[in-house]
């Protein structure tokens, strides 16, 4: 604090380095460096406890896997507070049971990949049991959500879904999806869509996040992969929206479908999923259950919608709009999960961070407009015909 | 171009670089003259703004020019003129507002140069040493972007025996080392120390207009009074250190603005030790003057220590106001002069009291000297609040506490810098006691690289991480 400022060395300045010096000094400062780095790297695994408890998830032979029933995790994301997650008798994250639906009830069945799993959110705070709260103040009536929602559950995998949520008789299908969710699809798989997904030991390393078809990561690669210093960092680096969308940019393809127009990559993935949307409309149709599409955003989206200045080039609503004109031309509702995050609080307060997913206070503003979309277009599906003819329609104010 | 940035780092890093292509006095000239103006077009990029500047400095060069050729009768409405356009550009509040110019221009270091330009009038007025200063060198000597923003006051002879020698002071790999170590150490006080201090500062300032428990609230408080130096002193200091080890780099000693201002065990001792340059200005150019004056009239031996303590008054009231152009600086003033002033009552009294070796003794005993540096660092920080808060946050901070209240933070704050600078001396004492035949292990390049590694990593970090720049340097805005 008051640290002399008056260089008592002067008279050392003049004296030649010894040559050994010009070896030591620069080691020395390295070796400094890497202590600090250590001991960031110690200091963040310890504020930053980041633990996956992935023992309720099961071999599935279409699918993967799935979650175990009436199974209970516990698991931390270093972003997050301690989480648990309960499955019920279907290895459904829900408090409902699956079995037949209780007089009175209405049932929507939820298909999506972890956003609509409530991935490192608690039950209560998940966009699903949000929604079905908010919907059983409206409607008068208790309404579940069945929520099919798992992780890594990309369209392709929400396809091979859909009979089992059909099966549930529901009133409404609702599907989640996320841009980065498109981003791990490959849309060459669809002409395969009919056939089960991966097996054996690729299920149990796409559980764990590794890609089969990468080389293996040295032990340093992996240290900085995973370092909970970088992640820490990145953490509070992220808090400034304009610095996530620089980084954010800076990982392309990825980031793709933030550009207009879209690359290659990203128009096949759009097909795909038009594709897949088409088949999967079909046959909500002939079950006769409506069916709706909901996005929810990611972090990249709000952020860019809680800037002033958009960058050029860049349009947070071109993917949104596309999945709405694939919706509209499979006769679908869509819901804009971006609409609710525009005069929202800063996109920081609303995600992990680094880790991209919505936080309790993102799933309720998400669970908020999916509650007030349903009420307004599908009040009918709902309450069901004759209900909804004994109870007319509130006026409802935007 | 934040003035303790990484791109002004990088900007005095680049110029040193240059600089040193050639040790002929004309490239290193051309070098900093070229840098000098290229910051200036970096600060501000419509040259129409730097016309008040220009006059300014043109205005005094005429002063020179006339005293230079034996006018020294003109030197008085020189200093004048320079003064009251000083003051009229800076826009003085106690000016009529209808007689300033109403359109932007820079007046970024103006403070500076106006010292600057006062130092060569004054002595080329004086005339005791014969010297011609070309406009080259004039606007080398005053545009300098190592002194520009926030000093230090550097005097022209001491400029003109590094700058335009045929040989310049050595550049080894030692005195580099030692200058990167600076600049680290300088760069990490202000983006990181007094970063952490003005966020203590902000939170203490709005903790006192909310409704909270008495204890919260006195703890608040009492941040609120420590905090402020401690950032002071790492923000300005941080600069000065950057500043002064570029210039270094570019062979140019500037001088020391601090010298380890909080061991102070006086307020005479402390503006000594802080912001060093400015308090020797006034000293040479306003105390001595007018002490000397003084006693030509006043010739009683008797009042000869009452007509110093005036002096100080004087001196130090300047200082103060010279910090702002607003009411709040005139107290400034007044408690920093009365503050010295009364110092050096206090030291005139003890001396009559107790005979001249016991004072002296008194002076130097341990606990004596660790209560006056706590109660040296209250009271500087007791007149900050008219340096960092307008009139409406003082009322507020005041009426958030009763007297007696407020009585009780001080006295723990007097408390607490004793204990905490005493500890601080011991445990600098037992550091740099640890030697080897080369001096304290503490100073040696060994240690000062790790230092400097881990400073330099730290500040990297949380400049990356925060990603917003640090407080501004404060004394750039006087």
């Known amino acids: 604090m008051s640290q002399s400022n008056v260089p008592a060395t002067e008279n050392m300045q003049e004296a030649k380095l010894p040559r050994r010096d010009w070896i030591i000094l620069p080691l020395l400062s390295l070796l400094t460096i890497a202590v600090l780095l250590l001991a960031a790297e110690g200091a963040a695994r310890y504020f930053f406890v980041s633990v996956r408890d992935d023992s309720c998830e099961i071999d599935d032979s279409t699918i993967s896997f799935r979650f175990r029933p009436n199974c209970t995790s516990h698991s931390k994301s270093a972003e997050g507070p301690w989480m648990e997650s309960q499955f019920n008798d279907c290895g459904y994250r829900t408090r409902e049971s699956c079995g037949p639906k209780p007089p009175n009830t209405t049932r929507i069945s939820l298909l999506g990949a972890s956003s609509a799993e409530g991935y490192l959110v608690a039950y209560d705070e998940t966009f699903a049991a949000r929604a079905a709260k908010q919907l059983t103040i409206e409607l008068g009536r208790q309404v579940e959500i069945q929520n099919l929602g798992r992780e890594q559950c990309f369209p392709i995998c929400i396809f091979h879904r859909v009979d089992e949520a059909l099966a549930l008789k529901s009133d409404l299908l609702l599907i989640a999806v996320a841009p980065l969710e498109f981003d791990r699809m490959d849309p060459s798989d669809v002409k395969d869509r009919y056939k089960p997904m991966l097996s054996g030991l690729d299920q149990a390393q796409l559980r764990k996040g590794i890609d089969p078809n990468k080389k293996a990561l040295t032990p340093v690669e992996d240290f900085v992969r995973h370092s909970r210093a970088g992640l820490a960092a990145l953490h509070f680096l992220f808090q400034n929206p304009a610095t996530f969308e620089r980084m954010y940019m800076l990982s392309g393809e990825h980031a793709n479908y933030l550009r207009t127009p879209f690359s290659p990559a990203w128009e096949k993935r759009m097909e795909a999923f038009d594709l897949l949307l088409g088949e999967m409309a079909q046959k909500a149709r002939d079950a006769n259950v409506p069916i709706v599409l909901v996005e929810d955003p990611s972090f990249a989206q709000v952020s860019l919608v809680s800037m002033s200045n958009v960058p050029p080039g860049l349009d947070p609503y071109a993917f949104n709009e596309r999945l709405r004109e694939i919706a509209e031309r499979h006769g679908i509702q869509f819901i804009d999960g971006l609409d609710a995050f525009r005069y929202g609080p800063a996109a920081n307060q609303l995600f992990y961070v680094v880790d991209g997913h919505m936080n309790g206070k993102g799933c309720a503003m998400l669970g908020n407009a999916i509650a007030e979309q349903l009420m307004k277009e599908h009040r009918i599906a709902l309450l069901g015909q004759n209900e909804a003819q004994r109870r007319p329609a509130p006026e409802r104010g935007r | 171009m934040d003035s303790a940035s990484i791109q002004f780092v990088l900007f005095g890093l680049t110029a040193a670089l240059v600089s040193n292509f050639s040790r002929s006095r004309v490239w290193r000239s051309i070098v900093l003259l070229l840098t000098s103006l290229l910051f200036l077009g970096l600060l501000a990029h419509n040259p129409i703004v730097f016309l008040p500047l220009a006059g300014f400095l043109l205005l005094a060069y005429f002063g020179l020019f006339l005293l230079e050729r034996g006018w020294s009768r003109s030197m008085v409405w020189g200093i004048l003129t320079v003064l009251f356009v000083y003051v009229w550009l800076k826009k003085y509040t106690f000016l009529p507002q209808g007689i300033f110019l109403h359109f932007p221009y820079f007046t970024l270091g103006l403070s500076y140069i106006f010292f600057r330009v006062l130092h060569l009038l004054i002595e080329t007025g004086d005339g005791d040493e014969k010297r011609h200063i070309g406009p080259f060198a004039y606007l080398l000597y005053t545009l300098n972007f190592t002194t520009l923003i926030s000093g230090p006051i550097q005097r022209y002879d001491e400029f003109a025996r590094d700058q335009f020698t045929p040989e310049p002071i050595s550049l080894g790999s030692r005195v580099i080392g030692l200058q990167i170590e600076r600049i680290i150490r300088g760069f990490f006080k202000v983006n990181v120390l007094a970063m952490l201090f003005d966020m203590a500062r902000v939170g203490a300032l709005e903790q006192m207009s909310q409704p909270l428990p008495l204890s919260l609230k006195l703890f608040a408080a009492f941040k609120l009074a420590v905090v402020y130096p401690f950032f002071l002193y790492a923000n300005f200091s941080g600069y000065i250190d950057i500043v002064i080890a570029v210039a270094r780099l570019m062979r140019v000693r500037l001088p020391e603005n601090f010298d380890r201002p909080f061991t102070a065990s006086s307020v005479l001792e402390f503006w000594n030790q802080w912001h060093m340059t400015l308090s020797n200005w006034f000293k040479t150019y306003v105390y001595n003057p007018l002490l000397v004056a003084l006693m030509r009239r006043i010739s009683s031996l008797a009042l000869e220590p009452l007509l110093a303590v005036f002096c100080f008054f004087v001196t130090f009231f300047l200082v103060g106001i010279w910090h702002g152009r607003t009411s709040e600086f005139v107290i400034f003033g007044l408690l920093t002069g009365g503050g010295i002033s009364i110092n050096k009552l206090w030291q005139l009294g003890l ?69 905490v600078f005493t500890l601080w001396e011991w445990l600098r004492t037992a550091l740099l006691s640890i030697k080897t035949a080369e001096g304290p292990v503490l100073t040696s390049r060994y240690a000062l690289v790790v230092y400097a590694s881990a400073l330099g990593f730290a500040a990297l970090v949380v400049t990356v991480l925060l990603n917003q720049p640090a407080p501004d340097i404060v004394y750039k805005a006087f």
Do not use: C, H, P
């Open chain 2, 351 to 419: 001396a009559r009291a107790m005979d001249r070796k016991g004072y002296k003794a008194l002076a130097k005993s341990f606990v004596y000297v660790a209560f006056g540096r706590g109660l040296n660092f209250i009271w500087f920080a007791f007149t900050l609040f008219w340096f960092w808060a307008n009139w409406k946050q003082i009322d507020q901070v005041f009426a958030a506490l009763s007297v007696i209240e407020w009585f009780g933070v001080w006295l723990a704050a007097w408390l607490f810098a004793t204990v």
